[in-house]
């Protein structure tokens, strides 16, 4: 039972270009969440995903936006890449509403330069 | 802004030692989750506790929720050199959604 996947594993861009990373969740799990850590601190969560439909919001700008397919994988793009989005972009995956546990990917470095 | 406040923020130990962190939080919550990170990689999960229990073991692992002073601990015993990571408290308000994370405990587990 693959867990959930993210790709690419590490990304290096440049100020102004857009990014997408891509995420499959646990099999089984229908919502996507994505989550911002920079270095040294907690996650930071900027949305979730629930039959394609973004359900929740962080306080994030709207250079950031997402996606969900029908296969509940997701995509997180984001705009205008400023040097202060180089961070560890975490998926997380997690069955509707139930009161279960989140399981996260191993995460995307983006660095941006 | 963070609603989970880990307490210490960094921790040194022997091997076969007992570690304890805190996790303070600021408002209800539905559940709590512990995760473990190695490394700046993904998160693995450790423990959920929900805010009707008050205590749940896993192994080595043992978390207590104490939703009067809003705070729980995770007990790590026997530690283990394998144990050095950053872990991470998170609370959920209602089920299914967002994590709220603190900033860690750094804990090093020397052999």
């Known amino acids: 039972d693959a867990g959930v996947t993210q790709s690419p594993t590490h990304l290096i861009k440049t100020r102004g270009q857009q990014v997408t990373l891509r995420c499959s969740p646990k099999?089984?799990?229908?919502?996507v969440s994505w989550y911002q850590q920079a270095l040294g601190q907690g996650p930071q969560f900027i949305f979730q995903?629930?039959?394609?439909?973004?359900?929740q919001r962080g306080n994030f700008p709207d250079r950031f936006s997402g996606h969900q397919f029908p296969n509940y994988s997701s995509e997180l793009n984001v705009n205008a890449l400023l040097l202060g989005d180089s961070a560890l972009y975490l998926c997380?995956?997690?069955?509707?509403?139930?009161?279960?546990?989140?399981?996260f990917g191993q995460g995307t470095r983006l660095t941006v330069v | 802004s963070q609603q989970g406040e880990e307490d210490p923020q960094a921790l040194s130990i022997q091997e076969g030692e007992n570690a304890t962190m805190n996790c303070s939080y600021k408002?209800?919550?539905?559940?709590l989750q512990w995760y473990r990170q190695n490394s700046g990689r993904g998160l693995v999960h450790l423990i959920l506790i929900r805010s009707n229990e008050r205590e749940k073991h896993s192994g080595r692992l043992r978390v207590t929720l104490d939703t009067s002073k809003k705070s729980s601990s995770l007990l790590i015993t026997a530690s283990r050199a394998a144990d050095t990571a950053s872990y991470f408290c998170?609370?959920?308000?209602?089920?299914?959604?967002?994590?709220?994370f603190g900033g860690g405990t750094r804990v090093l587990v020397k052999p």
């Open positions: 408002t209800s919550i539905n559940n």
């Open positions: 099999s089984g799990h229908d919502t």
């Open positions: 997380a995956s997690s069955l509707g509403d139930m009161n279960t546990e989140a399981f």
């Open positions: 998170a609370t959920a308000k209602a089920a299914g959604n967002k994590l709220t």
């Open positions: 995903y629930y039959e394609e439909e973004e359900r």
